[in-house]
């Protein structure tokens, strides 16, 4: 399909990650295309299986765009899952309702590498860029639409794993144990990472987020040592759309990735605004970082929240958003009240 | 039983504690008295289950101490459990093995904390403080020996949650949703803790520690509204023993933790020691904080990362320890490795 480039009507979040002045900050939210919307939970209950729902691109499209016309949110994400990488490697996820992602096989070693292959990123995730190309279609401009990809380390701590832990101490293990293992299965989830993400870039995404949910189990030097390198590939390999990274938890690295090629850092809701500005330095957008319990909370209580959120960033080089996914449960007029106060906010001396 | 005030042998823990200089810095091991011991298994075994081991003072006592003669530690810790404080509250905790403990019952507002009592420490939770006599006894003054408890925060996320989670998000919810009732509970629960932290002092304890495990699910304004006064009043009523606070994953609350209070800071792997030192000022005392992880490698390499945790700590006013309890698959050379490369180091400038 020859893709026409669209001009996109609001430009707001690329503005902000490149650090332009906005008339307002703009907002999104980290899974607002899931379980909080009941259009969400029909097209997902017709897909019958989360793996059908990602691997079929018509439906993808549709709940990815779902919150752009339900929430009124300025930029759409595609809907898919950090997994999908490992999948194409050969590792076959698995869903338990419920439960959660799990893996039957892991890999543990280097003779256990064997077991990859290494994908044909274009062949394997075609059905992602067809959902990117048919999602751009939807939004004929309306908003910029984020692609993204797990990083590394939390694709790593899955593979290794093979399913989610409080400590994932079996992969932090190796670092220590088996350091050359270790360095090569980043070497190789970061291979085809760039190449996930660069076809993401060619099918329309205008901006890309690498998600690192698992950071916060490491300290400042193994990131360094094990995570850094392999972000730094990623963010060179990405030159035509501003990358944004969020490592959860990972406040010890903020200044690490800061230092990268990178337009935007993700902040959880630990990582208070004027703290993470210091570390950050003025040249590189923040995103976040409201604690989604807020939103359990009551509609003014949100709103005094978000308000005092936005006053702590200021008004420019700032992206709202959670400090987290939204959680599945949260009520979405409060979803929507959040939204809402950051595009009726007006900056103090703005 | 009439208690002897023994004359410890070795009190390099305390002197470390209060900031004296001592000859070599000090050793103990979130954890060192459970599953990485066989012969902790032997009497595990023996008991049936859990928690008839931590009800059993004799049973507990005798763990205690086994890690005082295998590993050589400076310091024994008081086997039990932090949820002993919500079970004499009312709330009957269910081990499930392997799956962490839980909460048939909870407690999600102020109508609810009907349900709770006002336990008579000493007669509810005597065999905690039985246990302590008998391992005071047993250990004859070779070591000193820590009394702990639960924060209140980690014990009202337990109450309000019923289980272990990764997000704590029903607990947090809570402190936006219900934040009368989250003082409420806290209030609740630091009373019973202040009792039973000075039961244990009566019994024998030599200084103790308060778990703040799940304190890293919070940031630091919810930290110094719900977590911190309610910490310094546990602090406060504390006056014949030193003081540990160890809040897991709360790298945003170290400054305000080193401003209570106490004596020393427990620090997980992530909160690096010269950073520390930054947060808390020279007058109160380190402890930790290696990888768990680390014990997974090979010797070499555990003696290795020992000695550069203890250079990047320095001489004064530090507690070797690992930065989380010992997972319970460590090998116990390695374990042994661990305390004998601390035992052995000799600061350079020393």
């Known amino acids: 399909m020859p893709l026409l480039k669209t001009v996109l009507k609001n430009e707001l979040i690329l503005k902000a990650a490149r650090g332009t002045a906005t008339e307002r900050t703009p907002v999104w939210i980290m899974r607002q295309a899931g379980r909080i919307l009941k259009e969400y939970r029909v097209v997902r209950e017709k897909a019958g299986d989360f793996r059908t729902l990602v691997q079929t691109p018509e439906l993808a499209a549709e709940v990815t765009i779902q919150p752009v016309d339900i929430l009124g949110v300025d930029a759409a994400i595609i809907f898919s899952d950090i997994l999908v990488v490992p999948d194409a490697m050969g590792l076959t996820y698995v869903m338990d309702e419920g ?8 890999i543990r070693s280097i003779p256990e590498m064997a077991r990859l292959r290494v994908p044909d990123v274009e062949d394997d995730l075609s059905y992602v860029a067809q959902a990117i190309r048919l999602t751009k279609l939807g939004l004929a401009g309306r908003v910029p639409l984020i692609g993204f990809a797990g990083a590394p380390w939390t694709i790593f701590c899955y593979m290794t794993e093979g399913k989610g832990s409080k400590t994932f101490s079996l992969a932090r293990r190796s670092l220590f144990a088996d350091p050359a293992f270790a360095h090569a299965l980043m070497e190789r989830i970061t291979d085809t990472t ?39 590939r990623i963010c060179e390999s990405i030159s035509d759309v501003p990358v944004t990274v969020f490592a959860k938890d990972a406040w010890f690295a903020t200044a690490d990735i800061a230092a990268l090629p990178c337009a935007t850092i993700g902040l959880d809701w630990a990582q208070d605004a004027v703290w993470a500005r210091t570390q950050v330095g003025p040249n590189r957008t923040l995103q976040g970082n ?17 308000e005092r959120m936005l006053q702590r960033f200021g008004p420019n080089r700032h992206i709202a958003n959670l400090g987290h996914g939204v959680y599945p449960d949260t009520p979405v007029d409060n979803v929507r009240r959040f939204v809402d106060t950051v595009k009726e906010f007006q900056h103090p001396n703005a």
Do not use: N
């Not at 409201?290 to 978000?306: K, N, S």
């Open 290 to 306: 409201l604690d989604p319990c807020v939103l359990y909370a009551e509609g003014a209580v949100v709103q005094r929240e978000t």
């Open 194 to 232: 760039i190449h996930y993400l660069q076809m993401q870039v060619r099918a329309g995404a205008d901006l890309v987020q690498v998600f690192d949910s698992w950071a916060g189990v490491l300290d400042r030097e193994s990131y360094r040592t094990f995570c850094i390198p392999y972000l730094r």
């Open 99 to 106: 439960k959660g992602p799990r893996f039957p096989e892991t």
